[in-house]
């Protein structure tokens, strides 16, 4: 069974930087995994932040960024303004499969 | 602009098998690249991705969860049909369809509905 690794829970302070990770039990995370990033606040569908490691969608804030770290995916958040507190997820590609990770819920305080 | 619509029962009972249905707008099924996927999310916990049906017709399911689900399309109907078998209590959740798109630049997932709560309990 593979397993997506996220952190449990992060605290940022407004306008700081925080740096939100993202492991695979099989090994360390490439491009080939293309991770994908969504944010989801409470009662909301999830949405979409990132694809394939470090692309926007037009609606992506440009202080997110999405790389690969250390053998993880990466998000980054530069400047975290109050609304960027929800929770993160993580996907990551398995060869037609594909699986989240647990989350990281970000406090902004 | 893209839309996507989760619909089916509210609550379905042990044992039962779950019929659920995505209606969308906006892209077609039949373009090269285009696919939809079914996520979930249990109360409180986190998504976990279900299955997906591509374009040309191929199926990806969750490991875990393959032997129970079944997708399936109707590009006439802009329509993706996901049915789970043997439903059980651990299986309410919130059920979301999101578009997919594979493309040069990589595989995303950038429409999602809103998402429809499946409950299940006798």
């Known amino acids: 069974q593979t397993v997506v690794t996220q952190e449990p829970s992060l605290t940022v302070s407004p306008g700081g930087t925080v740096t939100l990770t993202c492991a695979s039990s099989?090994?360390?995370?490439?491009?080939?995994?293309?991770p994908n990033w969504f944010q989801q606040k409470p009662g909301q569908a999830p949405r979409a932040l990132i694809y394939n490691t470090n692309n926007k969608y037009s609606w992506t804030p440009a202080r997110f960024s999405g790389s690969l770290l250390g053998g993880k995916a990466a998000l980054t958040l530069s400047g975290v303004q109050p609304e960027d507190e929800a929770e993160y997820y993580c996907?990551?590609?398995?060869?037609?499969?594909?699986?989240f990770g647990g989350g990281t819920k970000l406090t902004v305080v | 602009q893209v839309t996507l619509r989760e619909s089916g029962p509210a609550l379905v009972k042990p044992t039962q098998t779950l019929t659920l249905t995505c209606t969308f707008s906006g892209f077609s099924l039949s373009t090269s690249g285009m696919c939809v996927t079914w996520i979930r999310q249990p109360p409180g916990k986190a998504l976990e991705w279900l299955a997906r049906i591509d374009w040309d017709d191929d199926k990806y399911y969750s490991t875990s969860l393959k032997t129970r689900l079944t997708i399936s399309k109707d590009t006439s109907k802009n329509q993706v049909v996901l049915t789970m078998t043997n439903m059980d209590p651990v299986d309410t959740a919130t059920y979301y369809c999101?578009?997919?798109?594979?493309?040069?630049?990589?595989?995303?997932?950038?429409?999602w509905g809103q998402g429809t709560l499946v409950t299940v309990s006798s």
């Open positions: 099989t090994g360390a995370v490439t491009n080939g995994y293309y």
């Open positions: 999101a578009r997919m798109g594979i493309a040069e630049a990589g595989h995303y997932f950038d429409y």
């Open positions: 996907l990551l590609y398995y060869g037609g499969a594909w699986v």
